[in-house]
């Protein structure tokens, strides 16, 4: 019996956890991280590197894909700051691990942040204009959630999405995961 080589045992350590994550979960949502602006910073460098955060994430998009599952990469920006009851903006170290807020709110840092990345990508599904597909392959055009082109963009004063023409998550359709539609009836 051959042992495995060691490229193989490496893309099983991270495709395995990614496959599961996405098998699992109708929506997946993460912080779109700029992997190569992080290991700038030589003390964490090394770390962040060995990690594999990067080859996590494209795990995550290619079995999002291969499943039809939804995946969201979000804005980092302030998911651990933003209070998830209030919106507040709390700011603290990255010493600091519990997020405690002036409305009462106190939690776990990572776990305030988990929160505020599901409502950023809750947000965004259906949307064009989402984080990820900023840099898509469409150039400046940017297609939804469901890799769909459209013509609207949230803020620009349409009060109506255009419907899709592909098939949600059966939980999506449920309305468990979805904030309402705003619609244009008087």
């Not at 099983?12 to 997946?28: E, F, G, H, W, Y």
């Not at 984080?131 to 009060?159: F, H, K, M, Q």
Request: glycine share 6%; with cysteine.
């Amino acid at each position: 019996m051959q042992s495995r080589t060691p490229i193989k045992a490496t893309l099983s350590k991270v495709s395995s956890p990614a496959r599961c994550v996405v098998q699992s979960n109708d929506l997946i949502a993460y912080e779109d991280l700029r992997v190569r602006n992080l290991v700038k910073n030589h003390c964490r460098g090394l770390s962040i590197n060995d990690a594999g955060w990067y080859q996590f994430r494209k795990w995550l998009e290619h079995f999002g894909d291969k499943f039809g599952r939804i995946t969201v990469a979000v804005n980092p920006a302030y998911t651990s700051q933003n209070c998830s009851d209030c919106g507040e903006v709390v700011k603290k170290s990255l010493s600091t691990r519990t997020h405690v807020c002036q409305c009462g709110c106190r939690l776990d840092r990572d776990h305030n942040a988990a929160i505020n990345i599901l409502r950023k990508a809750l947000s965004t599904v259906g949307h064009t204009g989402t984080w990820i597909d900023r840099r898509s392959r469409y150039g400046n055009v940017d297609p939804n959630a469901c890799g769909e082109l459209a013509s609207t963009l949230p803020g620009s004063g349409l009060v109506e999405q255009a419907d899709s023409m592909k098939q949600e998550s059966p939980r999506l359709m449920t309305g468990e995961c979805q904030q309402p539609r705003l619609t244009n009836n008087p």
